[in-house]
């Protein structure tokens, strides 16, 4: 079959396969919105993965248009964020992006989709924010009542609420990130894709400029913690590329540190990563701190070259 009528082909019926989807998520309720939105990008992974993302784009509009005609706003947006995640992971996968990579820029993804829907366009969407942050803020006073213990000189449940609620966000992203990444390797394997090689945890190395953008989302967050009078899906934003970019850091003091370790005693054991796991997350804001500077200097190929004169 000539290629381009094989890409036509292909495009339609990852399209057709969209579409019904589409229509199965209107008839039940919003079943792939609420429950299984990580089978969404699948199609697309597919087709991007054989074609590449400058092909996809065309694929990716007529997936819009159809959800426009077919679906909701709401499914117009899910569909349109989820295609879009398979596309770029699946031009990962054919341009042989390391799986690392591919893992943590899907996981990143997600997140930023799941943010925008549950916070950003809460309302559009049709989540009680403020209700939500309500209800949290009522289990807290319960159980303050109960212990006979008082918050308030502590901390600020309002803004404890609402990191509680962006958190859930960003979390609930990521995991719906990973759970794509996984569905994609096993239908891929199962389809014998090439699938590029597991990158070993000492070559894995982000560029310099995210651990900055990073840094900015803390620096952000501690401002809309401490700011009064601020917009709530303002504080929310700030707050939720606070705690990505806290955790983004965090992973990669985990990561340095293991690198580290692993430099100067080449013989330990693999394992060593659960108690590094367990001493930065107790390191809080120091653990970001190294993050950081792991992340924006040559700290990485320091510890190689140490690593390889040893």
Known sequence: MNHNVRKLTDGAMMTAILGVLILIDRWTGGFFEGTAVFLLPLPMVFYSARYGMKDSWAVLAAICILCIVLGSPQALFYMASESFIGMVYGDGIKRGTSTSRLLIRTMALGAIADTLSMVVFSSFFGYDMAGSLTEIKDVFNQFSSQMGVSFDGIMNIDSLATEIFVLAAVLSGMLE??????????????????????????????????????????????????????????????????????????????????????????????????????????????????????????????????????
């Open 177 to 310: 990130g990973f759970v794509t990444h996984m569905l994609s390797r096993i239908m891929l394997k199962r389809m014998r894709y090439p699938l590029p090689p597991s990158t070993p945890l000492r070559d894995y190395y982000p560029p310099k400029w995210t651990g900055y953008v990073a840094l900015v989302g803390v620096l952000a967050y501690f401002y809309a913690m401490r700011s009064t009078g601020m917009n709530n899906t303002v504080q929310a934003m700030c707050i939720g590329l606070g705690l990505a970019g806290y955790y983004y850091l965090n992973l990669f003091a985990i990561i340095g540190l293991t690198v580290w370790a692993r430099s100067r005693n080449p013989r330990i054991s693999r394992w060593i990563v659960l108690p590094i796991f367990l001493l930065v997350m107790m390191m809080g804001m120091l653990g970001a701190v190294f993050g950081f500077v792991y992340v924006s200097t040559d700290m990485h190929q320091s510890m190689l070259a140490g690593r390889n004169n040893a």
